[in-house]
Structures are given as C-alpha cells and as structure tokens.
C-alpha cells in the first residue's frame, strides 16, 4: 500500500510517502510559512522525485490535530480533498499521538504538549506497549500546570514544542522522573504519522467525509465573539 501522510497542525508543514510500511520520502518545512501556499508544490515535488502519480497513491493519512486552527483546518480540508478526488480512503490520527510514537519505545509514560495559549497546551499521555501506545491521558487542553498534576508518579519523556517552552518549569515539578526528547523529535513528522498509520487496521479506514478535525478548544474569533456578548 502507499500511503500519503499530511499533517499541518503546527509550525511545521510536514508530508510523507510510505510503501508497504517502508518510508520513501518525508518533505518537512518548519518554519513560519502560509502551509497553505507550501503543501502543494511540496507533495507534487515529493511525488515527482519519487516516480509515482497521485494516481498511484492507495491510501492517505492525515494528522488531524490538536494544534493551530488554521494549520489543521488546511491539512484536513487537503486531505478529504484528495481523498474525494481519489476515491481513496483516510486514516486519521491526532498529532500528539504523533509525536508520542516518534518516541517509542520509551519504558515510561511519553506526554505530548504542544503550545495551545499563554502557559496552556494540547496534550496527552501515553504509554508503549508491544501492541503498540495505548492512551492514559486523553487528548485534552489544560494549562502545564494541571497537566503536570495529572501526571502518574513515574518516569515521563515530554515531547512537543510545548514541552519545550516549560521546560524549567517541568523539570522542577518532576525531577528526575522528568526526561526530555530531542530536538528532532519535537517536530512534527508525517514519516511518523505515516508508519503510524500503516500499523492501523482496515476497520480505521475511511472515507473522506467521515473525518474531521481535532480541535479541542474554540477558536479566538469565537473566544471574542463570546466575550463581546456575554451578557446580553
């Protein structure tokens, strides 16, 4: 099977092409750039360079979220475009699972934070198993704070940018159970996402109108919204 992974739900907008659970080929872009404008020429120069046709693509896997509204909305609204297209089915997986399984094998809880607002993140918590991570915090928005309470009382390797931004804070609430991922594994990857997605079965196939995005939270404009009319 090949398999187009897609995920923009943060700084990075990353794609992957992956065959029969073997990667081909990863284009990631981190830098602060409209993925709007980006994604395209990135899978059609992906696609070029490795000799298929978006003819020949089996399946799509697509990151959808938590993150960015913008970032999600664009890699989701791609991929069901695709996918529609295509007639193609589409396996989705949250970016924090992600992020946790560019982790793995890690004999501990790996959390997932990513920047949400101020001192709030996206997160979740996992943990490697031989059949692969299984849940023990749900995806969820709360403030590093919160996050860090919640937590079991056992060695954590902490992944993401947000994770990254409290870094200080973490490792004085923690201690020594607190480890820390690299600088690489902080970046969202669409070869992760893809390989994560193989390992899925036909029963999370589907079709393009059947997914959506992982958002969490409402977004600033409805925050506003909410604010100027509270009340009335």
């Known amino acids: 099977m090949l398999l187009l992974g897609i995920d923009t739900s943060s700084q990075a907008a990353t794609a992957a092409l992956?065959?029969?659970?073997?990667?081909?080929?990863?284009y990631t872009l981190n830098q602060k750039k409209t993925h709007s404008a980006q994604l395209l020429p990135m899978i059609e120069q992906m696609l070029k360079a490795s000799g298929y046709e978006f003819s020949d693509i089996d399946a799509f896997a697509c990151g959808v979220g938590p993150g960015s509204f913008t970032g999600v909305?664009?890699?989701v609204t791609t991929v069901k475009g695709f996918a529609q297209a295509l007639?193609?089915?589409?396996?989705?997986?949250?970016s924090l699972e992600t992020l946790a399984f560019g982790c793995t094998p890690f004999?501990?809880?790996?959390?997932?934070a990513v920047f949400a607002r101020v001192d709030e993140v996206f997160c979740a918590a996992y943990e490697h198993t031989e059949n692969g991570l299984i849940t023990k915090i749900a995806p969820s928005?709360?403030?590093?704070?919160?996050?860090?309470?919640?937590?079991?009382?056992?060695k954590c390797l902490f992944?993401?940018?947000?994770?990254v931004m409290h870094k200080d804070l973490i490792k004085e609430k923690t201690g020594e159970k607190a480890y820390f991922a690299?600088?690489?594994?902080?970046i969202i990857s669409a070869a992760n996402l893809a390989l994560l997605c193989n390992s899925r079965t036909e029963n999370d196939l589907k079709r393009y109108d059947e997914i959506s995005p992982l958002y969490l939270r409402v977004s600033q404009a409805e925050r506003e919204y909410e604010e100027k009319h509270k009340g009335e």
């Open 73 to 75: 909305r664009i890699g």
């Open 107 to 112: 004999d501990g809880i790996i959390v997932s």
């Open 159 to 163: 992944v993401g940018d947000g994770a």
């Open 87 to 94: 007639n193609k089915p589409v396996i989705a997986a949250d």
């Open 182 to 186: 690299g600088e690489r594994q902080n």
């Open 18 to 26: 992956a065959k029969d659970g073997a990667i081909v080929c990863e």
């Open 141 to 154: 928005v709360m403030t590093i704070g919160e996050l860090l309470e919640s937590l079991p009382d056992e």
